[in-house]
């Protein structure tokens, strides 16, 4: 608690006496904040996600992303091309076997409906590689911090495949992208910074180089 002013002399009185040292005049009772409990906050944080629109995890059917599948692509046909060109039986199998794998995997985005397809991607930063969730509708979330800000409920079972139960943020209301913007706009700056002293070293050797001339 910061020390309060006395209402009769203006003399500052400390937090803890009840009477001004100058004037002895009585001073009123000021009651310490009150911090709030883990219980609070996790009832506050309820009642906040008790608000926020929500989705069951068992309807979230999870697909691999257009990069993961443009790569797969690029990568059938090269196992294709190689499979064409070689005469080893061994080489011929272990192609083959490749092969399947990754029409398996091309296979897991058929059959599923845009309406449920979600897909994953990463978010790098300076300092670290986030997961991104990617909506059918084209949202970008993250998981949301345990005290901050959600946009979205994933209501989830511990057996269940998949994303858990979880509280997921819009990735550009999030901490995250201010981070990463502040740092994007430091950069812009540095760089400004740079040519403009660049540019000053080159006018200041031009003006020295004519005075020497002269």
Not at 13 to 22: G, I, K, M, Q, T
Not at 112 to 135: D, G, L, N, P
Not at 144 to 162: Q, Y
Not at 190 to 207: G, P, V, Y
Request: aromatic fraction near 4%; hydrophobic fraction near 35%.
């Amino acid at each position: 608690m910061l020390p309060r002013k006395c209402k009769k002399c203006r003399c500052y009185v400390a937090p803890h006496l009840d009477r001004c040292p100058r004037c002895n005049a009585k001073q009123p009772i000021v009651a310490a904040p009150v911090k709030p409990t883990k219980e609070d906050r996790d009832a506050e944080r309820a009642e906040r996600d008790a608000a926020l629109p929500s989705i069951k995890a068992i309807h979230m059917q999870w697909v691999p992303s257009a990069g993961a599948i443009a790569a797969h692509k690029q990568t059938l046909d090269e196992v294709r091309r190689q499979m064409a060109k070689t005469d080893s039986v061994k080489l011929r199998n272990a192609l083959r076997s490749q092969l399947r794998s990754i029409k398996q995997f091309l296979a897991k985005a058929d059959g599923v409906s845009a309406r449920h397809r979600w897909t994953t991607e990463i978010f790098h930063t300076k300092h670290a590689s986030v997961t991104v969730f990617v909506s059918p509708k084209g949202r970008r979330y993250i998981l949301a911090s345990k005290d901050g800000p959600a946009h979205l409920i994933v209501i989830g079972r511990k057996k269940n495949r998949g994303l858990p139960a979880a509280r997921l943020c819009l990735l550009e209301k999030s901490s995250l992208a201010r981070a990463v913007r502040k740092e994007q706009h430091e950069e812009k700056v540095h760089s400004k910074r740079k040519k403009a002293k660049k540019e000053r070293k080159i006018k200041k050797r031009a003006t020295v180089k004519a005075l020497v001339d002269e």
